[in-house]
């Protein structure tokens, strides 16, 4: 299990296109998070997360039956504590984990599955009891059921890879990486395509690495 620091928290974008369920006002709280989380850093983020967490939380209040809202008030308070960092960001993952465990007790299949993916990051990064609740184990199941509905999509991949990763399983995390490399672009989600991509390629590059030593 990792640290509880910021570079912990590239959590999982969509692993979908947007659908009839997300509208305009998601759409743009959706993009202003790609912006924020990849193209902003220091204090300006923070602060920038902590605006964009107030407009989630009232695009959630307004849409509670959805759980489209309830994904993104998850993935931007997750993102948010990233940025804050340290055991203070800790209150701030438990309400990730409160919107996203919301998400799939409305429709856990919403996104394709884009909540258990989320909620899977979540328990391999924060620390476990007596801290935070992570747990490796209740990650996996996470991850599994994710990888159930969306087996190709590049988030649930390039996110189960790292976790493979930590736990020193190179070549299934290999496995993984190259099918996030491989997923279908998402056409309304360049920019964060663009950023996870990147990210993809790091790792595999530090797996390559792990496997050369074998």
């Known amino acids: ?30 993009r202003q998070w790609a912006h924020v989380n990849y193209e902003i850093d220091g204090d300006a983020q923070e602060k920038a997360f902590e605006g964009l967490a107030k407009e989630i939380a009232l695009y959630s ?17 997750s993102s948010f504590a990233g940025a804050k ?16 465990e919301k998400a799939i007790a409305i429709d856990g299949n919403a996104l394709q599955g884009s909540a258990y993916t989320s909620l899977g990051t979540l328990y391999a990064q924060v620390p476990g009891w007596p801290v935070g609740f992570g747990s490796d184990k209740k990650a996996q199941e996470l991850f599994n059921k994710s990888l159930a509905i969306n087996p190709d ?5 390039y996110f189960y ?5 930590d736990e ?27 950023y996870r991509q990147q990210e993809v390629a790091e790792l ?10 074998k």
């Open 85 to 100: 960092g340290g055991l203070g960001a800790l209150g701030l993952a438990k309400e990730a984990k409160k919107d996203l």
């Open 161 to 165: 890879a790292q976790f493979l990763y």
């Open 168 to 194: 020193r399983k190179y070549e299934k995390a290999k496995a993984h990486l190259l099918k996030a490399q491989s997923a279908a672009p998402r056409v309304d989600r360049p920019l964060a395509d663009k």
């Open 61 to 77: 209040e307004a849409h509670p039956g959805q759980a489209e809202g309830y994904i993104w008030a998850g993935i931007v308070h």
């Open 204 to 213: 595999l590059a530090k797996v390559e690495r792990k496997l050369s030593r």
């Open 153 to 157: 999509g590049i988030d649930i991949n």
């Open 1 to 30: 299990m990792k640290p509880f620091i910021a570079t912990a928290f590239l959590v999982a974008l969509l692993s979908t296109n947007a659908t009839a369920a997300v509208d305009a006002d998601l759409t743009n709280i959706m």
